[in-house]
Nanobody, 125 residues
Framework: QVQLVESGGGSVQAGDSLRLSCGAS????????MGWFRQAPGKEREFVAD?????????NYADSVKGRFAISRDNAKNTVYLQMNSLKPEDTAVYYC?????????????????WGQGTQVTVSS
């Protein structure tokens, strides 16, 4: 079955950077929108960023991460990345990658068909 496996999480100080990776298998990766979501303790899962497979890979970001995070994809490696810079304590969460068969990105978790298990990111002040 389809597998999405995240890696790259960890514990860092405020202002530091991390790069998350998500490798996909058994998925026509080049034809899927890929997204990153996060869930902090006691909060609902929220959209972070997505990247389309069409038109050169258009991207969308949550306002809270715009200008600090960057999503990218390498279709040859079936991998999507999330570069996170200038991390803040409020970025602490479990980060999930997700794949959607839609033709364009979506902020809604219900629009995503497959999910990874998540990777923990902890940012201390």
């Amino acid at each position: 079955q389809v597998q999405l496996v995240e890696s790259g999480g960890g514990s860092v100080q405020a202002g530091d950077s991390l790069r998350l990776s998500c490798g996909a298998s058994r998925l026509p990766f080049s034809y899927y929108v890929m997204g990153w979501f996060r869930q902090a303790p006691g909060k609902e899962r929220e959209f972070v960023a997505d990247i389309s497979w069409r038109g050169g890979g258009g991207t969308n970001y949550a306002d809270s991460v715009k200008g600090r995070f960057a999503i990218s994809r390498d279709n040859a490696k079936n991998t999507v990345y999330l570069q996170m810079n200038s991390l803040k304590p409020e970025d602490t969460a479990v980060y999930y990658c997700a794949a959607s068969a839609r033709s364009s990105g979506s902020y809604y978790s219900r629009d995503y068909d497959y999910w990874g298990q998540g990777t923990q990111v902890t940012v201390s002040s």
